[in-house]
């Protein structure tokens, strides 16, 4: 395996971890993914661990640069926010702690920005210019704004206070099952006002779906009516994974668009 066009990257969500070994050149899995759940207690410790049998299970890229996301707000590795994973993480220097355990440098960012760098370079948003929101609909709400290529870190639109409740909470993927709604319900009774308010926030040229669920954006998307063109990510939901790997080799100026 080329060492030079090869990263590694993991994905840390609020139900599994996933990683792969990524050709950086064209965004595609090197070897088969692996995922494991996201521990119940999800501590930085525990999981960490987990983190550290993903980077294990790919003894072919121990040189390759490691990148991890996270989903949560991350300053220069240090975590923020935990909405769905143990609130110990808050105040956590994530850089130091997976170095730590795994045993090699790595680079932390927040899981949609990371899948937005992913969709900048290989999927949906390539060669878009303007103002392109991507939205990952998970556990949680994810977004990452993209200008003209370069990534602004670190926005929370999944968090924006909608007729009185935080977004996620209702529109998310994990919301939907949770209620028991059909994707066409989900899609008309939550996605709908969420874009809607989104759209007329923002004005974005472009909004990319991504997340485990952009799998069967035909079940959902055709149901939204909002004036900006909204389109399935292309990387689905490999989109983290590859955009940890292509950050982590890019080192800190990996954290922009281009
Ligand atoms: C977090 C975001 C994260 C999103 C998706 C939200 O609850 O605040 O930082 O990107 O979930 O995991």
């Not at 680079?107 to 290989?122: C, F, G, S, W």
């Not at 709604?181 to 996605?191: N, T």
């Amino acid at each position: 395996m080329s060492q030079l066009s090869t990263g590694l990257g993991i994905d840390i969500g609020g139900t599994g971890i996933k990683g792969a070994p990524v050709d950086l050149s064209t965004g595609e899995f090197l070897a088969e993914r692996r995922k494991l759940p996201t521990p119940e207690h999800s501590d930085p410790a525990t999981v960490a661990r987990s983190v550290e049998k993903i980077v294990t299970h790919f003894p072919e890229a121990a040189d390759a640069p490691l990148g991890i996301t996270f989903p949560g707000v991350v300053h220069d590795g240090v975590v923020h926010t935990a909405a769905n994973l143990h609130k110990s993480w808050v105040g956590t220097d994530a850089i130091a702690l997976f170095s730590e355990v795994i045993g090699r440098p790595v680079q932390v960012l927040n899981d949609a920005d990371a899948a937005a760098l992913a969709e900048a370079r290989h999927g949906a948003a390539q060669d878009t210019s303007g103002v392109v929101l991507l939205t990952t609909l998970g556990t949680g709400i994810g977004t990452a704004l993209i200008v003209d290529g370069h990534l602004v870190p670190n926005t929370e639109f999944g968090h924006l206070e909608i007729d009185g409740h935080d977004a996620e909470t209702r529109a998310s993927s994990g919301a939907r099952q949770r209620d028991g709604l059909s994707y066409r319900d989900w899609a008309q009774q939550r996605l709908q006002r969420y874009y809607r308010v989104i759209e007329d926030l923002l004005w974005p040229t472009l909004i990319v779906v991504g997340g485990g669920v952009s799998r069967r954006s035909e079940e959902f998307l055709p149901y939204l009516d909002i004036r900006t063109p909204i389109v399935p990510a292309q990387l689905r939901n490999t989109a983290g994974v590859v955009g940890a790997a292509s950050a982590a080799s890019r080192g800190r100026e990996g954290l922009s668009g281009h």
